[in-house]
């Protein structure tokens, strides 16, 4: 059974830092790449971060680089979302997604064996 459960999302001040975490079915967490999303009010739903199944190759929005890191717990079958530097546009619903497809042509998107986690929300002001 598939399940992405998040935690860690909260309100902060701009230039604070937050730690999303995302718990992942053992089954989802071995064979896909895992990633986060957000989606702002009266926006499209946005790719933020992936990380390979090996933990060895990961991809960034541009608006995040440098100030991101997605990082991988295999022990504890997590995906961590640092975010350091927070700005009020950081502001959004973050989702956990599994099977995620990057791309710095076109938006990202999630593959046949895609699932989206409920969402937590990060309010940066």
């Known amino acids: 059974h598939v399940q992405l459960v998040e935690s860690g999302g909260g309100s902060v001040q701009a230039g604070e830092s937050l730690t999303l975490s995302c718990a992942a079915s053992?089954?989802?967490?071995?064979?896909?790449?895992l990633g986060w999303f957000r989606q702002a009010p009266g926006k499209k739903r946005e790719g933020v971060a992936a990380i390979g199944g090996s933990g060895g190759s990961t991809s960034y929005a541009d608006s995040v680089k440098g100030r991101f890191t997605i990082s991988r717990d295999a022990a504890k079958r997590t995906v961590q979302l640092q975010m350091n530097s927070l700005k009020p546009e950081d502001t959004a619903v973050y989702y956990c997604?599994?099977?995620?497809?990057?791309?710095?042509?076109?938006?990202?998107?999630?593959?046949?064996?895609?699932?989206w986690g409920l969402g937590t929300q990060v309010t940066v002001s």
């Open positions: 997604a599994a099977d995620v497809i990057p791309s710095p042509y076109h938006a990202w998107r999630l593959g046949e064996n895609g699932y």
């Open positions: 053992e089954f989802t967490y071995s064979r896909t790449r």
